[in-house]
């Protein structure tokens, strides 16, 4: 009778130390926002990424000045950047989820989130700061 006693009383402690340890892991809410975002973006990429591709084989015969002067167009040039943004915020998403997947010390996990972010931040103002600068007036 004591054997039964004694675990209930070790399942008891351990059903209260599990969601102990589990709720300091945080709400299973926040990865939600992240999931819309990477779900929407990817469906944002469809039909740019078809766009972006027929107008690349499009101008694949033509010379320099052509393809400038159909980017410095309103319309190519704001398809061609939301295809730069939605691209590397898909990637950065992408990314951070195998990154908690697999590093597991909160100093690497920082490290390479600070890494990736900066990465993104300048990969996306680099190709629409290009295409600005053809847009705006070469």
């Known amino acids: 009778m004591t054997k039964a006693t ?3 009383d070790a399942t008891a402690l351990r059903d209260e130390v599990v969601p102990r340890r589990v709720r300091q892991f945080g709400s299973a809410r926040d990865g939600l926002r992240e999931w819309r975002l990477q779900r929407l973006t990817a469906i944002a990429l469809i039909p740019l990424g078809l766009y972006f591709a027929a107008s690349i084989l499009s101008l694949a015969t033509s010379d320099r000045k052509t ?5 410095s167009s309103p319309v190519p040039a704001l398809l061609v ?10 990637a950065l998403i992408g990314v951070r989820s195998v990154v908690l997947d697999y590093v597991h010390t909160r100093v690497r996990l920082l490290a390479a989130e600070l890494l990736f972010r900066a990465a993104a931040v300048i990969l996306a103002s680099a190709g629409a700061l290009a295409v600005l600068k053809l847009f705006l007036g070469r």
């Open 81 to 90: 950047i939301l295809v730069v943004l939605a691209g590397i915020t898909h």
């Open 6 to 8: 004694s675990l209930s």
């Open 67 to 71: 393809a400038a002067d159909w980017l």
